[in-house]
């Protein structure tokens, strides 16, 4: 497999992040109709190199994707809003995105339908895949101390800084004083180590590399949001869902079989980090799982969708959750 490092300082581990095709696919962007040698279809998937894509990884690894006759060529970007535009070019069949992403991209006029669920919170704040952490003995001892302090996320104007703005003013602290600062996870640990950010927003497996650097939770934000957040799902652009609805159903049942398989193998989904990143082995036993349910739970859709209205992200009459979801 052709691996293309990225390579970040963090905890003193060189951490390379790839944008990897799964084996045996040449996998051109967008090549949803053609076929490899074994007469599998070839699916392009725009992905974020975190854990929570690990199941479609461990699905591909074994082959879940093949019994469907589909086989995964994944293209790697910083976060969802990156995603989009390369699914409704056709770059991509299909993309991961935190569903805010999402609502922004309908409000904005791009006609995209979720396929399947992704990943959610596990609903414990002291056990969940993300959470803002701190420098070890940061006088930031609680969100309420957030305005003033630079604060990295990975995207702008999203579903992260939204959380976050929410939890400051239910603590009583002025969110508009948050100056957030956008970085790719991967370079969040030595933004923090080195003093260039007071605070940061990590998700696994960056979480746990930060914390073997001595970082501090702060706030569990997904846990502590709402109960069983739906955060990320997978999507298609909606001519891909009207004009192939074949594609769209097999993609989505491999899915929910490898969410399954990676709900009852925690131990390979670690694993299969391997497959797209050079995370030290020694800290897969430490990483957190997300949630991966079958499911997407509306109700905590419902709750971004008022957020990103309250937060000025965008209207909430623009947003059709009957057409989005599925």
Known sequence: MR????????????????????????GSAGSGGDTNGDGLREVTVGVIPI?????????????????????????????GAAIV????????????????????AQEQGLDLRVVSA???????????????????????????DLPGRTVAINTLN??????????????????????FVELAHSDMVAALETGQVDVAWEVEPFLTIARQGGAVDLWSLYAEATDDLTVATYFASASVVENDPELVEAFAAAAAESFAHATENPDA??????????????????LTLPAFPTEINRAS???????????????????DLDTLLP
């Open 158 to 179: 999203n579903i992260n800084d939204t959380l976050i703005r929410e939890a400051v003013d239910q603590a009583g602290g002025d969110s508009s004083r948050i100056e």
């Open 301 to 319: 859709v419902e709750y971004l969708a008022e957020l990103g209205d309250k937060w000025g992200l965008f209207d909430q009459d623009g947003i």
């Open 51 to 79: 854990l929570d894509v690990a199941p479609l990884y461990l699905g591909e690894a074994e082959g879940v994707f093949a019994e469907h006759g589909l086989t995964l060529d994944f293209k790697s970007a910083q976060g």
């Open 269 to 286: 989904t670690r694993a299969v980090l391997s497959e797209y990143t050079e995370i030290d082995p020694a800290l897969y036993d430490e």
């Open 118 to 144: 992704g990943a959610s919170s596990t609903g414990d704040p002291a056990d969940d895949f993300g959470s803002i952490v701190v420098p070890e003995g940061s006088d930031i001892t609680s969100v309420a």
């Open 3 to 26: 691996r293309v490092p990225l390579l970040v300082l963090a905890t003193g581990l060189a951490v390379g992040l790839t944008a990897c095709g799964s084996s045996g696919s040449s």
């Open 85 to 104: 535009p390369g699914v409704v070019s056709g770059e991509y069949d299909f993309g991961y995105s935190n569903v805010t992403s999402l609502m922004l």
